[in-house]
Nanobody, 122 residues
């Protein structure tokens, strides 16, 4: 079992920045591909970014490319999402997930955190 705990969400004005963190309770953190997803009210959970086991490969949704950066620290069992130039449409609950794969698909993730709310005001 892997427990994931997200933090760092909050209220920010458009154009601002936030850094999300996701701490994992597992000794085998470096075995997992990690991803960030988000879910806005009335919408399905959607892919935001993913990072490979070593951090050498990253992939982003087109909507966040150039504004968001995913990174990980395997010594600290933590994955991060740096979000810059935030837009109102980035408002959502953000979830981190752990997968045996490096995937953009929700159903290929085995473990999820509880989510953290990000609200971007205009």
């Amino acid at each position: 079992q892997v427990q994931l705990v997200e933090s760092g969400g909050g209220l920010v004005q458009a154009g601002g920045s936030l850094r999300l963190s996701c701490a994992a309770s597992t000794r085998t953190f470096s075995n997992y591909g990690m991803g960030w997803f988000r879910q806005a009210p009335g919408k399905e959970r959607e892919f935001v970014a993913t990072i490979s086991w070593s951090g050498g490969s990253t992939f982003y949704a087109d909507s966040v490319k150039g504004r968001f950066t995913i990174s990980r620290d395997n010594a600290q069992n933590t994955v991060y999402l740096q979000m810059n130039l935030l837009k109102t449409e980035d408002t959502a609950v953000y979830y981190c997930g752990a997968s045996w794969l490096v995937s953009t698909k929700v159903d290929e993730y085995d473990y999820w955190g509880q989510g953290t709310q990000v609200t971007v005001s205009s």
